[in-house]
């Protein structure tokens, strides 16, 4: 197949470039490094069936090659201290960039990939969340930048399902690690593990007591591969339910990677939820999927790609 | 003060138009009647202080005249059978639409009046709703590409105004009558009034029990111009709190234009709100606003309008 994937130096883009290329598939990445990395399109470069392409799809997709059969939406900075830096073209890329990817499947023939996330939950008040969960977003907030960009990419992508008959998908990812993730992405699991590693204490927001679940890049992955091959058109969530406090995962942290961890509290940011965890039954039925690295297995599998970066 | 109006030509749209030109300012309408009416552009296209441009805001707002006071942002298909009709389009006039106009008040120095509406609030639990109520919207359903789009709207709305300074005002219109509503505007006071004027039975969806509150619209148009005038950037409802069952406003409307009214029931359509009612004491205390005018009187004072459209 011949794929083309948004946001492919990002850190779940690249992944995806990598599984694609080891399938045989011809993959043209798109970015234009707001939050994705130059070193993640290094990584394939010399590919003989990888081509890159840098540009902003907020604007527009350059690609005048041969037909497409899948045009993938991954780019969108996606740690809150990203898009809090970019919400303007956190909101653009959510909107024109979702539109630009949908109207190049529809001109194709294409199938439309798009990856929502979790946060379009919000800080919900269903617990664990099902897709049928309307969740609880503040439209005025200042995450609404990245919330309601998704809210709003998952409505037009039902629109050009609905009223153009474009094949399209919808994934709803929560939070996931592993490897090629950016060291400075604000996210947990990233803080935590490179606090751990230089020796500092690990920052817990508030009293530590909120909940996140951790998937590993892998399984996502093996998700989305999945879903390409079904039909079927309303989000799926794709995460790992094993619920952790912040303050178990720091425990976890610590018997991976260093003993005696400290931690420092520092106040709650605005809007922040207060726990999230994937109700992945549809996942589970529609594709036979569930996750299958835990998060000490995951940590153990990460631990060496951060020690490099050091 | 100089004020161009998107959506000049629609329902409220219209009404701003004629309040501003009575107030001695200058008034820029756009519109490109994807909802609009031309002939409420023919009402002011004599008048020396009113200018028409006929574009779609979402593909940019083609201005280049002198500088401006006010950019009010009013252009969007607005009931159901409408923007259900033109999904991608009510997506982009609340996306790029909002975009291009928050871009043309940066660029003049001017405020910048955002239309949003109480669809952001969905099918609320809470009830009435105040402005603090995050809302409960079916992100994929077939009203998304309305509620989402204003949700968006309103997210960068704030965006602008956080990140690029831009004089912001956020209001959200609860249900609105008037002179001047499309007759086919699928809206249940335009159906009831127009069912009863031609002897018909009035469709009630479901069984009638669902509430809604409606708003005449010279109480809107004097909140607007309240709020324009206040430091507010946070969204403000405007709508009537009188709060009506279907069945009770079919005895109004029997009250005011004709005995003896049959109804006659249908299914409630996809996602249709089951209550909906304004909290309106932000807009008291900020604006020492609240409605004036009662169902029986604005319907009184609307139907000389009907019976000449008739």
Not at 45 to 64: L, N, W
Request: charged share 20%; net charge negative; glycine share 8%.
């Amino acid at each position: 197949m011949r794929i083309l994937i948004t946001g492919s130096a990002g850190f779940v883009g690249s992944h995806l470039v990598e599984r694609f290329l080891n399938e045989g598939h011809t993959v043209i990445g798109v970015d234009n490094y707001i939050s994705g990395q130059v070193s993640n399109t290094d990584l394939f470069r010399e590919h003989p069936r990888f081509t890159f392409i840098e540009a902003d799809v907020s604007h527009g997709i350059p690609y005048t090659g041969d037909s497409l059969d899948w045009v993938m939406h991954f780019a969108s900075p996606a740690s809150p201290p990203h898009y809090q830096q970019f919400p303007v073209e956190t909101l653009m890329v959510g909107a024109q960039g979702t539109q630009n990817g949908l109207e190049l499947a529809h001109a194709h023939g294409a199938g439309f990939f798009l990856a929502s996330t979790s946060e379009v939950y919000g800080d919900p008040h269903v617990h664990p969340q099902p897709e049928t969960y309307w969740g609880n977003v503040n439209p005025i907030g200042v995450r609404s930048c990245y919330d309601e960009a998704k809210r709003y990419a998952e409505a037009i992508t039902m629109a050009y399902h609905r009223s153009r008959g474009v094949n399209t998908r919808i994934i709803r990812i929560f939070n996931t690690y592993g490897p090629r993730m950016r060291p400075d992405d604000g996210r947990v699991i990233t803080n935590f593990v490179h606090q751990a590693l230089r020796g500092e204490p690990l920052t817990v927001y508030g009293d530590g007591s909120q909940t996140r679940s951790f998937q590993y890049i892998d399984d996502l992955v093996e998700g989305i591969s999945r879903l390409m091959m079904v039909e079927y058109h309303e989000p799926v969530n794709l995460g790992n339910p094993d619920e952790f406090m912040m303050i178990e995962l720091a425990k976890v942290v610590e018997d991976v990677f260093v003993n005696n961890i400290q931690m420092v509290s520092i106040p709650l940011p605005l809007d922040d939820p207060k726990q999230r965890k994937p109700d992945v039954e549809l996942a589970r039925k529609l594709l036979g999927w569930s996750p299958n690295i835990s998060l000490q297995k995951g940590l153990n599998l990460l631990s060496p790609h951060l020690k490099n970066d050091q």
